[in-house]
C-alpha cells in the first residue's frame, strides 16, 4: 500500500488522506485505489483535475493546493521523483533499456526471462516513478523502458531509474529534430551504460567499442543456429533450445538478451528459455496475423533502423512479401533521403512495395497521397498465400483526417486488412 502518512519526504497530509494501492499523474485513471498526483502540463497544470480525481474516489491528491484528502508538498513534481527514487532503492535488480528501436520488444522479453515486473508502454518521467513508486518493495526485479526525443533526458532518467544493467538494443536516426545527429543519439543513449553493467545489441556494438554485445554473429554473448521460418524463431542459447512462436530476428535477439540477464540473475536457462515461448508484444510490434494471407502488424511506430529490421524479417518469409510503407516522424531536414533509403531497402526485399503520405514515391513503386487510396488499391491486389508488412509512425497527436492525409497511424491499415481476411 502507498500510505501517505509514511513518505520519504515532509508534507502536510489532510486528514482525509488515506491509503492507495496505485498512483496516477492522469486523472481519469483515478479511482477509490488509485491517488492522484497533480503535475504541470504542457498546457494545463494538474490542479485543473483535482475535483475529477476527488469525485472518483482517490484516497489522495499529491499536491501543492490545501485541498480535501491533500498530500500537499511546495513542489508535486519534485515530491514525485524525490518518493520514486528512495522506493527504487528496495528492488533487488533493475534493468534500465533504451534504443533507437526494439526497446519494448527487449522489454517484454528481458521481463519473462526474468519473471519481473516491467513498465507499461507509457514510459514517460511520471510513469516511470508511478512504476517506481508503485513497485520498488514488490521483490522482484524491474524492467524499465527508457526512451528520450531530446538532450539532457537520459542524464535525468539516470537520477530518477539508477538501473543495475544498462541496455542499448539499436543506434539510429530518430527524434532528429531535437537530438540532431546519429553522433548525439548514440552519445545520449550511451548515458545509460554507466550503471553497474551494461550490454549493447549486435547493431549498435559499433557505437560503443569495448562493451560487451549480444545477439548473433559477432557479438560476446551468442545464440547459435538462428533459424527463421513461417511458424517462428528457433535458436539455441549456451546449449538450451529457443523458439519463439511468429518470432522474427528483432525477437530473436531480445530473448538472446532475455537468457544473458537471467543467467547472470542466476535463473535457470531451461525454464527462463520455456517463459520466451510465451512473450506477447504489444500491437504494433511486429504482430505476426497467419491466415490466408499474413498480415505483419508492425504499425505501432517507425524510424529507419526499424524498419529495416522489420524488411529483413519479411524477406525471410514465403509467398509473395508485400511491404506497406508510411511516413517516419521527427527526421529533420534529411528525411527525404532517409525515406528514400528506406525505399530502396524496400525494393530490394519485398515483392510489391506500397508507399502512402508525403514520402510515397520514394516508400514504394505503388504510391499514394493518402491512406483511403492506398487501401483501395492494396486490398484489391491481395492474393492467398500473401505476406503483408506495414509500418509507419503514429502522428498520435494528429487528427484522423491528417493521419490519412500524411500517410501515418496506419494501424488503421492493420484492421482493414483483418477484416477483409474475416478475422477482425
Known sequence: MLDPHQLPFSAAVHPQARPAQHLTWDSREAGPDTAFVALPGERMHG????????????????TDLDVPGAVRVPDAQAALFAWARAERAHAPLVVGITGSAGKTTAKSYAAAALEALFMPVYNTMPAIACFLIEHGRAGRPLVVEMGIDRPGEMAELMVLVRPDVGVVTTIG??????????????????????????????????????????????????????RITPEGARFTFAGVPVFLPHGAPVQAEAAVLALVL?????????????RLRGVHVPGGRYRVHPGRFTVIDDAYNASPVAVQAALDALQTLPGRRISVLGRMLELGPTE?????EVGQAARQKADVTYGVGAFAAE??????????????????????????LVKASRGISWTPERRAQEGVGLDVV???????????
Open 173 to 226: 536516426p530518430a527524434h532528429l529534430e531535437q537530438l540532431g545527429s546519429v553522433e548525439n543519439i548514440a552519445r545520449e543513449k550511451g548515458e545509460i551504460l554507466a550503471g553497474t553493467r551494461s550490454l549493447v545489441g549486435a547493431q549498435a556494438a559499433a557505437s560503443y567499442p569495448g562493451a560487451q554485445s549480444y545477439g548473433f554473429g559477432d557479438v560476446t554473448f551468442r545464440g547459435e543456429t538462428l
Open 336 to 340: 527525404r533521403e532517409l525515406h528514400a
Open 363 to 388: 516508400l514504394g513503386e505503388r504510391a499514394f497521397a493518402t491512406v483511403p487510396e492506398l487501401l483501395a488499391a492494396l486490398l484489391a491486389d491481395l492474393r492467398d498465400g500473401d505476406t503483408v
Open 262 to 274: 537471467a543467467r547472470e540473475a542466476g535463473v535457470a536457462l531451461p525454464d527462463a528459455a520455456a
Open 414 to 424: 492493420v484492421q482493414a486488412l483483418l477484416q477483409a481476411r474475416g478475422d477482425a
Open 47 to 62: 490542479n485543473t483535475f483535482i475535483d475529477q480525481a476527488q469525485a472518483a474516489g482517490a484516497p489522495f491528491i499529491l
